[in-house]
């Protein structure tokens, strides 16, 4: 854990939550006085435990670091940013456009991301489970700009692109810098699961609206990056970039066909969580893990008519394949 240069003035911070790897990027302009700029903020424990101790080591004073990208709300991208407003006093909060009231207010991360499925469905985290989420994630923040995708942000000689990448979460942030190939995806992709350090399986993909997930992977595809540097996974460089991209599309064809196989018979979100733990894990986490993924199969799949609610008033709702599907 520590500090790792991955290109000319770019930097990896690695640190942990739990038994994964955390990462956070550093990227700086040219000239001893340039602009730099932070991908992600942690959890609330990882700018006075990684990021600020790296700062100093990399000898960027706090006065030059100029953004502060949050690419997306999860406790462990979003958590430090507070602490980080106060100890870098010229540097600009901003995320997606759409992840601004979830990034700015955490406590809707309990409520309105991590348990939304508890009323309708009976399937979420644990009264314990929510407190250790509310002693990472940080404390409310002013939001100073968002992003929707499109702009570029001028680091001295450097230039990023940043792009809109949905899927993981309505506003998710990717940055590209065209002139190195270097794209920084964060969570926007998922692979076949999210690795521990050890690289088993540590949590499922997490991914919530598979359309957009599905041309965020189009996108990044797109754009035929030379390296990619993601939030928990290994880098990716040459040929491997495109083999994690066709891996992570290749899931949800897999996890669609899954789903469809348990729901010949009436079936819970639950039931359906445990189903593909089965079939496709094992994931090295709780099977309500797989909620986020899962419920955003049964929407796309009913959308498309193959799927129906049984009864729409009953607690926890059941989902089978509708007849035309069979």
Request: proline share 6%; hydrophobic share 40%; with cysteine.
């Amino acid at each position: 854990m520590g500090v790792v240069e991955i290109a000319d003035r770019t930097w990896r911070i690695e640190s942990l939550i739990g038994p994964r790897n955390l990462f956070q990027y550093v990227l700086a302009g040219d000239g001893r006085s340039a602009e730099a700029l932070l991908v992600d903020a942690g959890t609330s424990a990882t700018p006075r435990d990684a990021i600020l101790p790296a700062l100093r080591r990399l000898g960027i004073r706090a006065e030059t670091v100029r953004y502060l990208v949050v690419t997306h709300p999860d406790l462990d991208h979003q958590g430090g940013l507070s602490i980080l407003k106060q100890e870098l006093p010229n540097a600009v909060a901003a995320c997606g456009f759409a992840d601004r009231g979830l990034v700015s207010e955490p406590e809707r991360l309990v409520t309105d991301r991590y348990g939304a499925y508890e009323r309708e469905h009976g399937v979420g985290y644990t009264d314990a489970e929510k407190e250790s989420i509310r002693d990472l994630y940080g404390s409310p923040v002013s939001i100073d700009i968002t992003f929707a995708g499109g702009e570029q942000i001028e680091l001295g000689d450097r230039q990023l692109s940043v792009l809109h990448a949905p899927g993981h979460s309505a506003g998710h942030l990717v940055l590209y810098e065209p002139a190195s190939g270097l794209l920084f995806s964060s969570d926007a992709v998922h692979w076949r699961f999210c690795p521990a350090a050890d690289g088993n399986a540590a949590l499922p993909p997490t991914y919530e609206d598979v359309e957009p997930y599905l041309a965020t992977i189009d996108l990044l595809e797109s754009l035929a990056p030379h390296e990619l540097h993601s939030g928990h996974w290994p880098a990716r460089t040459g040929s491997e970039v495109l083999g994690f991209l066709r891996e992570s599309r290749e899931f949800v064809g897999a996890l669609d066909a899954v789903l469809q196989e348990r729901l010949e018979a009436p079936s819970t979100l639950r039931e359906l969580c445990e189903h593909v733990e089965m079939r496709l894990g094992p994931f090295g986490a709780d099977p309500v893990n797989l909620m986020f993924v899962v419920h955003g199969h049964l929407r796309r799949l009913g959308r498309r008519g193959d799927v129906r609610t049984l009864d729409p008033s009953e607690r926890p709702r059941r989902f089978e394949l509708a007849v035309a599907a069979r």
